[in-house]
């Protein structure tokens, strides 16, 4: 069974940091790319970042360039979100999800998704 299990969500001031993991399992971990979502409410789920398993490359919307990071243990099947200078409009609930292949930022491709965890960011 594919799990994709999404924590470290939570209330921070504007200008804090947050870690978000998302835990793969029941799948090969090399075979997916794995990527964040997020979906604010009245908005649409929108493509955050995403790790491509075939060459390491990251990729970020713009608004999240210079802010997040993303990273993959391997040892542990775990992607990894660094949120750092975080702002309101980065309130959301945010979904990790798997993508077979390359990466991509368009929820259309989404192979399967994890469940959410909320960020909430004060200002």
């Known amino acids: 069974e594919v799990q994709l299990q999404a924590s470290g969500g939570g209330l921070v001031q504007a200008g804090g940091s947050l870690r978000l993991s998302c835990a793969a399992s029941g799948f090969t971990f090399d075979d997916f790319s794995i990527g964040w979502f997020r979906q604010a409410p009245g908005k649409e789920r929108e493509g955050v970042s995403c790790f491509s398993s075939s060459d390491g490359v990251t990729y970020y919307v713009d608004s999240v360039k210079g802010r997040f990071i993303i990273f993959r243990d391997n040892a542990k099947n775990t992607v990894y979100l660094q949120m750092n200078s975080l702002n309101p409009d980065d309130s959301a609930v945010y979904f990790c999800?798997?993508?077979?292949?390359?990466?991509?930022?368009?929820?259309?491709?989404?192979?399967?998704w994890g469940q959410g965890t909320q960020v909430t960011v004060s200002s």
């Open positions: 999800a798997a993508v077979r292949g390359r990466c991509t930022l368009n929820r259309v491709f989404v192979n399967y």
